[in-house]
């Protein structure tokens, strides 16, 4: 089994509880954290036998910039589904979505949300 990560994935996007957090938007971090079965790419070299990592930033990238959820939670649940039904290889996923100087009535960094998920 092997692991896949893409980290410090950065979008501005418009999602948020609040209406004006939908207008002004934030920036968005995330990282993805993606197990598979790399022996047939280690061998053959070839990205045909390898989960591809560009592929899986293009579906990131789409779900944040295209969409407009309410929740961290409906994002990253979002990015896992449309993975896992893209990549028939994938065995397990965790992202980890960080929204930067959320806006909760004081100096806070950022807000994440971390979940995983399983192959059945």
């Known amino acids: 089994m092997g692991l896949i990560q893409i980290e410090g ?23 993805l954290s993606m197990w598979t079965d ?6 053959s070299d070839s990205i045909s036998d390898a989960l ?8 990131v990238k789409t779900c944040i910039e295209q969409s407009n959820y309410n929740l961290l939670e409906r994002i990253a649940r979002t990015i896992l589904d449309t993975l896992f039904e893209k990549f028939l290889n994938l065995e397990k996923a965790m992202i980890k979505i960080r929204k930067i100087n959320p806006p ?7 807000v994440s949300v ?5 192959r059945d």
Do not use: C, R, V, W
């Open 9 to 31: 994935m950065e979008f501005y996007a418009y999602h948020g509880h609040y209406p004006e957090e939908k207008i002004s938007g934030h920036k968005f971090l995330i990282d």
């Open 52 to 59: 591809n990592y560009q592929t899986a930033y293009i579906i």
């Open 114 to 118: 971390s979940i995983e998920k399983y």
């Open 104 to 110: 909760m009535g004081g100096q806070i960094n950022s």
């Open 38 to 43: 790399t022996s047939k790419a280690e061998l």
